[in-house]
């Protein structure tokens, strides 16, 4: 992009600012928690010396008791850690919020935790947040997120996402009851990059998938129970041949969900998700209450939004998706998927107007985030882009989907 066409996308961002957010009204459901219609302003109350601590040691997951604060409501004596990989900041922790860490049964509107997102790795600021609800509207089980305002001990500490954590309470409202059994009662792992990791076969020892699945739920039970079934899927999706996928893999893994999932990842140009460029990251794996089917759940995607020309074409590298890619019936599926999701973001520009509301509510605050580790000058550019990559992305896709990418400048 030229630096004349980026001036004018910046100058485009600041006549769209043209409102200010207002204080939301108390909530009393997960739904108006996590409403988009206002910008939240979010208070921790702790000892001065925790919060050093917890800023000095902020690689290190150690909680520390504080009061959660929101809209006129308090959650008193929950738990609060730093958290984050790459994006673990001495200046604006990112944060997780454990409302029954101290208590326990202490929830917060039915939920045990919540995450605040620092933002650390989006000049934009939206990255994820957009995404997610793209995933929403695709059908893609993904946690709820919106945008919140943080206040430490009445200090303002920055923008920060509040995101749904995926938990039991997250797998209830996402799998539903069946015949008066909550579904989420299943085997919920959270994966934890390593290396540049394929769906490679590890064989038959359990250290390698215990290694990059991190059990959050039975996590009492034995490795053999934990790691068993994910070593037996791994091994087989390697090992099948093409012409009996349906018939054995399919049991064992939600294919068309699977699809639907990277597809979407490939049309917001992720990086760093399942079929990254640094190996599969950013997902967590859940097998469902009663069965041996495996699904993906989509989490962290800071990394979307690379550019309009990603490839509509999937990476060969990994094991799982070039076989499927190698079947007629999911190589159709998954063109298929791709089309269905640019329909989406077209339909009543949906993408484009979604990420301008995004850029609306959090403005102010972003501008006033003095802890945020990139200028204003980032964010502006960076808000420019995601508007460009709505206009260009849908464009782009129909052009790929019918003449290749090559053809069309990817």
Known sequence: MTSSSTRALRAGILCLLAFAAV?????????ELFSKSSLQRVDLELHSADWAKLKENFQTNTFYPADFKINGQTVYNAGIRSRGRGSRNANK?????????????????????????????DPSGIHETVSMAFYERLGI????????????????????????????????RTYGVIENDTQNDGWLYEFVWQDHYLFTDFGTDLAEYKLRFDATTHESKSDEDKYRPIQELISLANSTPENRYNEVIGPRFD???FIRFVAAQAYLGDTDGFLGAFGMNNFY?????????????????????????????????????????????YEALWYAELART??????????????????????????????KP?????????????????RERIAYVKCALAQGDRACGG
């Open 342 to 371: 640019n329909q989406i973001a077209e339909a009543d520009g949906w993408l484009d107007t979604e990420i301008i509301r995004q850029i609306q509510t959090i403005d102010g605050a972003m501008r006033e985030d003095v802890y």
């Open 255 to 257: 294919i068309p969900g």
């Open 141 to 172: 089980p993904a946690p709820r997120e919106t945008h919140v305002r943080l206040y430490v001990r009445g200090e303002y500490i920055g923008l920060y996402a509040l995101i749904e954590s995926i938990d039991k309470s997250f797998l209830a």
């Open 23 to 31: 204080p939301a009204a108390a909530q009393t459901t997960t739904e």
């Open 374 to 390: 990139y200028s204003t000058n980032s964010y502006e550019g960076e808000a420019g882009m995601m508007l460009s990559f709505a």
């Open 93 to 121: 922790p990112g944060l997780k919020i454990d409302f029954d860490k101290y208590s326990s049964n202490q929830k917060f509107l039915g939920l045990k935790s919540l995450v605040l997102d620092n933002l650390a790795q």
């Open 285 to 329: 794996l859940y097998r469902l209450e009663n069965q041996i089917k495996h699904v993906l759940i989509a989490w962290d995607t800071d990394n979307t939004f690379w550019g309009s020309t990603f490839p509509v074409r999937p990476p060969t590298d990994n094991v799982l998706m070039a076989k499927l890619m190698r079947i007629p019936e």
